[in-house]
């Protein structure tokens, strides 16, 4: 199939490398030139704005908006809405808050454009290992989509043979909105079992610290815990892979401070607890805990702060 990708970022770019590899055609575009240049160099068709970038592409187009929520989305949105033609499709790749993706689906209908979005989630290491996909829109349309999402998604488990497209690693949610909104509650949960790992191994750290008595003499090699947890453990899990790499060269991780950043899908969920009557203690209280890394640095904030590195690419704020 034919798309075009906007934003080539951490997950935009390899998102864009990943179809080509399946055979898809990728039109591109991006602020930045060099971005758009270096993925020409690779395959994909340069734009040098939006209005090039649909131009290039046959009708009806798809073209995927990779930018970060908020201002930015509902711009590109917009000016795309004004040059896109009948029965083109608009899809938002980033992580929208989901009552903001039925407003836009409602106001594109009007104008006879359709909408998509897709909670994805796969971070920097989406290009080998696939991006989870989560999918809102018109059931019909998202079928249209369905090879582009085919080859984006990780696929079976080896030696399964897939009984659902959920089996490959992507899903259709419900109409617009449900796709971001899978996503932001999955996004809320990842921030309660990454505290969990942050508190435990803080506790780990202070037992294996300087303190001499009879109940903290214990020489923990905390790489070595992540490591053998990964192997048959009920906590086995890939953010426990990306803890280990944490560990692997540094136990301190002396390169993090602990000032660890939230993207908004860890305050939206608690706003839909509210909203729901849901009691989610866990995860408010792992929200809260990131606002007080802001104010107090501790080692739980450095596995924090080293996990969001890992799976996002996330850089700390000074």
Request: negative net charge.
């Amino acid at each position: 199939m034919q798309l075009g990708m906007i934003g080539l970022g951490r997950m935009g770019g390899n998102m864009v490398r990943r179809l080509m590899k399946g055979g898809h055609d990728l039109f591109v575009y991006d602020h930045s030139a060099e971005a758009v240049e270096e993925l020409a160099q690779e395959g994909a068709t340069g734009a040098a704005s939006l209005a090039d970038l649909v131009e290039k592409i046959e009708a009806p187009r798809a073209i995927w908006v990779m930018v970060p929520a908020g201002g930015p989305t509902d711009e590109t949105v917009n000016e795309l809405a004004g040059l896109m033609d009948t029965d083109d499709i608009i899809i938002d790749g980033g992580n929208s808050y989901f009552k903001d993706d039925v407003r836009r689906a409602k106001a594109l209908a009007e104008r006879h454009l359709h909408y998509v979005d897709v909670g994805t989630s796969g971070g920097v290491w989406g290009l080998d290992r696939g991006y989870c996909m989560m999918i809102g829109g018109e059931q019909t349309v998202v079928e249209h989509l369905d090879p582009i999402f085919k080859t984006l998604a990780p696929g079976p488990d080896p030696g399964v043979t897939p009984n659902s497209k959920a089996e490959n690693g992507y899903m259709y949610a419900g109409p617009a909105g449900a796709g971001h909104f899978v996503k932001m509650i999955h996004n809320g949960i990842e921030y309660g079992m990454m505290q969990a790992f942050a508190e435990g191994f803080e506790i780990f750290k202070e037992a294996a610290s300087d303190k001499v008595d009879e109940t903290h003499r214990y020489d923990l090699d905390l790489h070595e815990i992540a490591e053998v947890w990964r192997h048959g453990s009920v906590v086995s899990s890939w953010l426990l892979d990306l803890l280990e790499i944490a560990l692997r060269d540094d136990q301190a991780l002396s390169d993090f401070s602990g000032h660890v950043g939230d993207s908004g899908e860890g305050r939206w969920t608690i706003q839909t607890a509210i909203e729901e009557d849901v009691p989610a203690h866990v995860l408010t209280a792992s929200l809260f805990t990131r606002f007080q890394s802001r104010q107090d640095s501790n080692y739980a904030g450095k596995v924090l702060s080293a996990l969001r590195h890992q799976f996002g690419g996330h850089v700390e704020k000074k």
